[in-house]
């Protein structure tokens, strides 16, 4: 229960779904939790729940799309927490507007790339330098199994996360040297509130789920994922795109 303990992680995307089990998991494992989110009311009940549990949370409010806001949450957070050792960039998400390039909005492409893969840039230098100045820490970037195989009707959010899982290769390379572990997670097809949304509550609707051949992911198990690369367990783990998938990246 104290495979955190002594850490301050950020997780943005904290209020709901995968981040909000993560938050939940690594206050249960010592951690003090910063929830950056653009949703007050969640986010505030989840450091509720935290501090319910006897664990240490605080809400932010960022929009992982403004720099600004960015800036001024991570300085906000660490004023009330100290310094961050493990960020987890879980902000993000697919729209019902995408689909194939040559037919989706291309207003859905620019909203995709600032959502998934400028938040997570934005995140990733406002907490580097702090933790370069602490000896060291964890980044967790959300990147997602479409970015490793191909899966129709998501051709924004692909580009994204294939993104991600690019730019976490080289940042890894880059600070290693100031032992900075750069990982990231591919999720499948996950049972998160916005998923069950989009699907109308049938997940079988999604394509990829016909690949899960272990059936669909919850939120704790891609939380689970998260505190180990989060863990001093993984401390020779770098630069890897993990899936957690149910098997859907084998095929």
């Not at 997780?11 to 989110?37: Q, Y």
């Not at 129709?152 to 959010?157: A, R, S």
């Not at 690369?229 to 990246?249: F, H, I, N």
């Amino acid at each position: 229960m104290d495979r955190l303990r002594g850490k301050t992680a950020f997780v943005t995307g904290g209020a709901s779904g995968i981040g909000k089990a993560t938050a939940l998991l690594f206050a249960a494992e010592g951690a003090k939790v910063a929830i950056l989110d653009v949703s007050e009311a969640a986010g505030n009940g989840v450091a509720a729940e935290i501090a319910a549990a006897g664990g240490q949370a605080r809400f932010v409010a960022a929009d992982v799309t403004s720099e600004e806001s960015v800036v001024a949450a991570f300085a906000a957070g660490q004023a009330a927490l100290g310094a961050v050792g493990v960020l987890l960039n879980c902000a993000g998400g697919s729209s019902g507007r995408d689909g194939s390039l040559v037919e989706a909005p291309v207003e859905e492409l620019w909203r995709t790339m600032r959502l998934d893969l400028l938040g997570t840039i934005l995140a990733c230098r406002a907490a580097i330098p702090a933790m370069k100045a602490a000896g060291g820490g964890s980044i967790i970037n959300m990147s997602s199994v479409v970015s490793l195989i191909g899966v129709p009707g998501l051709d924004f959010y692909t580009a994204a996360k294939g993104a991600v899982s690019a730019l976490t290769r080289t940042l890894a390379m880059q600070h290693a040297a100031s032992r900075i572990r750069v990982n990231a997670i591919a999720p499948g097809v996950t049972m998160t509130e916005r998923v069950l949304a989009l699907s109308g509550g049938d997940v079988s609707r999604f394509p990829l789920s016909r690949k899960q051949v272990m059936g669909p992911s919850q939120p704790a198990d891609v939380a689970n994922a998260a505190l180990f690369l989060a863990s001093d367990e993984a401390a020779q783990v770098t630069g890897v795109v993990l899936p957690v998938d149910g098997g859907a990246a084998s095929w």
